[in-house]
């Protein structure tokens, strides 16, 4: 299976860190806000990537990546506290297996998507390991709302930043995902009543994106359909 490839919008973001690991002064922490409707979970995933990658560029098609390609890697530990229910027993749990030895002799990595979610507790659990990490271990969190965040994992952890989306490369981006005819003005047409977020955009024309829920359609313009609401907010 090989790697997925990189959303334009987190291209900046990646680059940043590529830099940072190739002067070898990449933070054991990042922290990074996740929005709706913009696919970041994949950003984790990919940061991950880079520091698995046997080429560290996440484009290998190396083991490593192959692994993550299939969210199987065994030296990635993974939380979706967006979509289960996640306690401080199981915070304390991740903590216990970051410090075990590695299957492979590469970077221990713990990805939290959602954390903010969790409760005070589990996340004074979480800050234990924050302030004393294992040796070779990272941590990737991402929010959907910083200010649920305590404030002593702020000051402990790098921020990851989203840089701007020029509008023209994420219509160039829509037109390629879509396969039409359409010219990416008109797709602009259709992006802008879904506020310019990707998978608002794709849902109604692209079948592989119906496990995503929660999504109304109205017939109303060209092409008989666009998209008037989004994924309710976690």
Sequence with gaps: MKAQAVYPWHRSALQHIKTQLGEDRLPHALLYRQRNDYFDT??????????????????????????????????????????????????????????????????????????????????????????EPPKN???????SNLSRVLPTIISRVQRLRHGRLEQHTLLHWLQAQLNTTMTEAEIGKI???ADFAPLRILWPV???????????????????WHVIAAIPKV
């Design 42 to 131: 994949a950003l984790g995933w990919q940061v991950a990537q880079l520091l698995l990658c046997e080429a560290k560029n996440g484009q290998d098609n190396c083991h490593h990546c192959r692994l993550l390609a299939e969210k199987s890697h065994p030296n990635v530990l993974f939380l979706d506290v967006f979509n289960k229910k996640i306690g401080i027993d199981d915070v304390r749990d991740l903590e216990q297996q970051m410090w075990q030895t590695s299957v492979f002799d590469k970077a221990k990595i713990a990805y939290i998507s959602g954390m903010d979610l969790l409760s005070i507790g589990a996340q004074n659990a979480l800050l234990k390991t924050l302030e």
């Design 206 to 224: 692209n079948a592989r994106l119906q496990r995503w829920q929660r999504l109304w359609i109205i017939p109303k313009v060209r092409h008989n």
């Design 191 to 193: 992006a802008k009543l």
């Design 137 to 143: 271990a990272f941590f990737i969190l991402s929010v």
